[in-house]
């Protein structure tokens, strides 16, 4: 169990660029999660995989953003155009199915 | 209101004390209520989980729950300084797919 494995750790980008951050899951775990956390708040749901499906989006995740996970394995999140109120921790959790959440460590995005 | 409210502290007590925190919930079809311990930077990591009515220990966390009263709490005993945190309560609702509400996190001190 190597744990879940987020990369970069940090992104600091000018507004209106696109980034994209990636997320390896615990490999047994067949749902993966994003979440969005700023500072002084609790993470807000973005958006849930079962395997390779993706089966919820959140309100928050607006068109500018896009999930992936291809053949079930990793995940991918993009943000297209940022925007400096996309400046957040962006975490990814994963999970087998009757367990609590394992977080990865985050991508921490600053827009500037 | 928000679904899951927590006092957002700071809570500060002394080493050796008992800390208490308190979350309360808005949706009665809630069913897994986790707490959540995140220190400053770092990630939140599952510290307890509690399904059914009741006290649930573990070493010295007991978790409390009381679906009628739509309350749930942590207590820590024996308070130590590395126990220094933010606390986050969550909750999942049932065909959720196990979507996690998280409270804003209560911060706390445990003072030397």
């Known amino acids: 169990d190597t744990g879940v494995s987020q990369d970069p750790r940090h992104k600091i980008t000018k507004r209106g660029q696109n980034v994209t951050f990636r997320c390896d899951p615990i490999?047994?775990?067949?749902?993966l999660y994003w979440y969005r956390q700023t500072l002084g708040q609790g993470p807000e749901f973005l958006t849930y995989f079962q395997n390779e499906a993706q089966l919820e989006k959140s309100r928050l995740l607006s068109n500018r953003f896009s999930a992936e996970r291809p053949k079930g394995s990793f995940s991918t999140l993009e943000i297209q155009r940022t925007e400096q109120g996309d400046s957040a921790m962006y975490l990814c959790a994963s999970t087998r199915q009757d367990y609590g959440y394992t977080f990865g460590s985050g991508t921490r995005l600053t827009v500037v | 209101q928000k679904e899951v409210e927590q006092n957002s502290g700071p809570l500060s007590v002394p080493e050796g004390a008992i800390a208490s925190l308190n979350c309360t919930y808005s949706?009665?079809?809630?069913?897994?209520f986790f707490w959540y311990r995140q220190y400053s930077g770092k990630s939140p990591e599952l510290i307890m989980s509690?399904?059914?009515?009741g006290d649930k220990e573990d070493g010295r966390f007991t978790a409390q729950l009381n679906k009628a009263s739509q309350y749930v709490s942590l207590l820590i005993r024996d308070s130590q300084p590395s126990d220094s945190a933010t606390y986050l309560c969550a909750v999942t609702r049932a065909g959720s797919a196990r979507q996690l509400t998280f409270g804003s996190g209560t911060q706390l001190t445990v003072l030397p």
């Open positions: 490999s047994e775990h067949n749902r």
């Open positions: 509690i399904y059914s009515n």
């Open positions: 949706d009665r079809v809630s069913q897994s």
